[in-house]
């Protein structure tokens, strides 16, 4: 001690006096710390509070806001009508539903669906994504999700919507790798059962991968209705244009109707976003009114990308205008709907054909896929049959072209040799032998579409010609233009418009037809 005196030049008493010191209250300090850091990482915690609708907000959602969902609106009607009058049902044994699911691709309405309800029905709202109930912090899942059901039971009639139910209802793996999901997951299971019969308490959640949630959220008794909100149908699609054009001033020359016609597939997000693209592109122009030139470029934007300034050389513009020319030719030979075709590099694509269908179809034939397969690969036969060697600019159609032969195989038994038997990707129980069949029937399918495309290019090479040569000089033209320079060329195939055509009728005896003979004498031992 002597020498460590000597050596810092500290005095004896000073230093046993901050000995005795750290002894006496040293652990008092150390406490003090943690309790100091785990104050500051309390505070480092993200505080998330759901959102509240105030029913009588005139700027809410209301059932006049939402179009094109008819069927859904009439289902979540009956959800207002309990929480209005719940009186008139339970005189009749009904209690109200404890949860509805809406569940769909993205973009449908799930969320101004919920929103309508609140501001219908009355009730107060609460609304949370279930990625706040994800955290790292154990516990804190659970916590929030029991936060969340204490404050909507006291502020009761009340809606809960739970937005990206996925996020939290995922379906549990076992194990011991993800415990707080599974916590999280089981409160969000115990808040669904711990209503009592008389609470005029919904829960509404909106998913867009319903296959992927546990099988426990999905009984009744905690999700009762299950509502599939989808892309809206012509009627629907027209519907919703007229929502959001009804604050904008239109051109005369707008139909809303030929608008709908045009964007099959779509939702009331991408409609909505159509709609405020065109009334943006008018102002750019500085007109007070949109016109359909506006609604074209805007679908264009919305479906394609933006239209890009690249530089692209004149080989390559040659290049481009034969393989849209190869598209267009074969969306003639196959009588598809041919919106425009064009070699102005737009989004990613230095070319396109838009190919938008006048009919909402639900149902494909065989032959209709494989010409839809021979017009993808119509871009590819023109760079082989004009330039003998192929370019990577047909990437994107390759990609296309294999998934639907794909899924006619896989999914949807459309081989040659596997018309009765799905072989899906995710059945690990096929064998060897059988995942090398489909692959075989993949390859005939796109091989077969190819040929064939080469083999039309080939034998109207004149009309190829004409068509590339009016993408070069004017770089884009309408269905009308290519209905015009292939006038003199009659389709050969018209599977697009035979569906559901009947052909005559199939025989009905044994003697013409030997092969049913099995099925007639089961049906009469049966």
Do not use: C
């Amino acid at each position: 001690m002597t020498y460590w005196v000597n050596l810092h030049g500290w005095p004896y008493s000073l230093v046993m006096g901050l000995h005795r010191f750290l002894i006496d209250w040293g652990l008092f300090i150390l406490f003090g710390a943690l309790v100091y850091f785990a104050w500051k990482m309390a505070r480092a915690i993200p505080a998330t509070k759901p959102q509240t609708i105030d029913p009588r907000d005139d700027t809410n959602v209301r059932w006049d806001d939402v179009a094109g969902l008819e069927e859904v609106r009439a289902e979540l009607e009956e959800i207002v009508q309990f929480l209005q009058d719940p009186e008139r049902f339970e005189k009749l044994g009904a209690r109200v539903p404890k949860g509805v699911l809406l569940h769909g691709p993205p973009g449908t309405g799930k969320t101004l669906l919920a929103k309508a309800v609140a501001t219908e029905s009355g009730a107060n709202f609460y609304f949370q994504s279930a990625s706040a109930f994800v955290e790292m912090w154990t516990g804190l899942g659970a916590a929030r999700i029991r936060s969340l059901f204490s404050t909507a039971r006291e502020n009761q009639p009340a809606i809960v919507f739970i937005d990206e139910l996925d996020a939290v209802g995922a379906a549990r793996m076992g194990g011991s790798h993800n415990r707080e999901h599974d916590q999280t997951l089981n409160q969000l299971l115990v808040e669904l059962d711990g209503f009592d019969e008389g609470a005029r308490l919904v829960v509404i959640a909106a998913s867009n991968r319903i296959e992927h949630l546990d099988p426990a959220l999905l009984r009744p008794g905690r999700f009762d209705r299950h509502v599939l909100v989808e892309a809206p149908d012509v009627v629907g699609r027209e519907a919703i244009l007229a929502v959001h054009t009804r604050n904008k001033p239109l051109a005369d020359n707008v139909s809303l109707a030929d608008i709908a016609r045009q964007t099959v597939g779509l939702t009331g997000a991408d409609l909505a976003n159509i709609s405020n693209e065109a009334a943006i592109a008018a102002g750019r122009a500085r007109r007070d009114e949109i016109t359909a030139d506006d609604f074209s470029q805007a679908l264009e934007r919305v479906v394609a990308g933006l239209q890009q300034r690249k530089l692209v050389t004149d080989k390559e513009k040659r290049v481009i205008a034969y393989h849209e020319a190869g598209h267009a030719l074969l969306a003639h030979l196959t009588s598809a709907d041919i919106h425009k075709v064009t070699i102005l590099p737009r989004g990613r694509a230095l070319g396109m054909l838009m190919r938008l269908p006048e009919e909402d179809r639900h149902m494909a034939s065989e032959d209709e896929l494989e010409d839809w397969l021979r017009v993808s690969l119509g871009g590819r036969a023109a760079e082989q049959v004009v330039f003998g060697r192929v370019t990577n600019g047909a990437a994107s159609d390759l990609d296309h072209a294999t998934a639907v032969a794909r899924t006619m195989v896989f999914d949807w038994g459309m081989g040659r040799t596997t018309q009765s038997q799905q072989m899906r990707a995710d059945d690990y129980a096929l064998s060897e032998e059988t995942k090398q069949l489909r692959d075989r029937e993949q390859r005939e399918i796109t091989g077969r579409a190819y040929r064939w495309a080469l083999d039309m290019v080939s034998e109207h090479r004149p009309h190829l010609d004409r068509l590339a040569r009016a993408l070069l000089e004017r770089e884009t033209l309408t269905r009308a233009d290519v209905d015009e320079l292939m006038h003199d060329l009659a389709p050969v195939s018209d599977a697009s418009r035979q569906v559901g055509v009947e052909l005559d009728p199939a025989p009905r005896t044994v003697q013409e037809t030997p092969e049913l003979e099995p099925a007639l004498r089961f049906k009469r031992d049966s």
